[in-house]
């Protein structure tokens, strides 16, 4: 049985390019592409590959939120994130997200094809580097599960008016503070995230509790 593998990125070369690379190996079959989130979790639903190829920055829903959400939805099928070199708080993210594996865009494509091998088979692909980070982290938290990269309790409160579709002088003076404090809470959640776009924030803030979904003021297209 070949590995069915679903391709996820904005960038149509980049598609193509993949498609290309992996057709060569005979235990693979690209089943379909996607070119944003919302498109990567239809697809995925309609076509039920056994593993996703996941760019993280895309328009509508970026790639990890629709890790989350594969996850929760469809934790059979696995997600490798392929994706340019993330800092150290972005690879954290990645994993908290629930990806099996990460690699780099600037790999070898033989890395790639192991790398969807091995998620494939049940085990996760990050490297040495990455594995030496997170471990660090578990002995620093004493051995509990640390949470990566989680806001802090004020810019909880920004994120969740920012996904209310607010905004920046709305929530400054919502919160009594100056606009220019709240860009900066703004820069850092989104630094820290690794989500640059309201949307991706928006929804990040929905599958956390922070907002729900019946949300009277959200904005999802802000």
Not at 88 to 114: N, T
Not at 149 to 157: G, K, L
Request: aromatic residues 4%; proline residues 4%; positive net charge.
């Amino acid at each position: 049985m070949k590995i069915r593998v679903l391709i996820v990125d904005d960038h149509p070369v980049v598609r193509k390019g993949l498609r290309a690379c992996l057709a060569r190996q005979e235990n693979l079959k690209v089943i379909g592409e996607a070119s944003d989130g919302e498109e990567a979790l239809s697809k995925t639903r309609q076509l039920a590959p056994d593993v996703v190829l996941m760019d993280i920055s895309m328009p509508v829903m970026d790639g990890l939120v629709v890790t989350e959400l594969l996850r929760k939805e469809a934790p059979r099928v696995k997600v490798l994130i392929l994706s340019l070199p993330a800092s150290k708080e972005g690879m954290f993210r990645i994993i908290e997200a629930g990806a099996q594996g990460y690699v780099s865009k600037e790999a070898w494509p033989e890395e790639l094809v192991r790398a969807i091998e091995a998620v494939h088979q049940g085990e996760t692909f990050f490297s040495s580097e990455i594995a030496r980070a997170v471990l660090s982290r578990f002995v620093s938290s004493g051995g509990k599960k640390a949470s990566f990269a989680q806001p802090t309790e004020r810019e909880r409160a920004v994120l969740a008016l920012v996904a209310e579709g607010l905004s920046t002088k709305e929530i400054a003076h919502r919160l009594g503070v100056a606009a220019r404090t709240i860009e900066t809470h703004r820069q850092r959640i989104m630094g820290k995230l690794d989500i640059h776009s309201v949307a991706g924030l928006t929804r990040f803030a929905i599958i956390h509790g922070i907002i729900s979904l019946d949300q009277p003021n959200r904005r999802l297209g802000r």
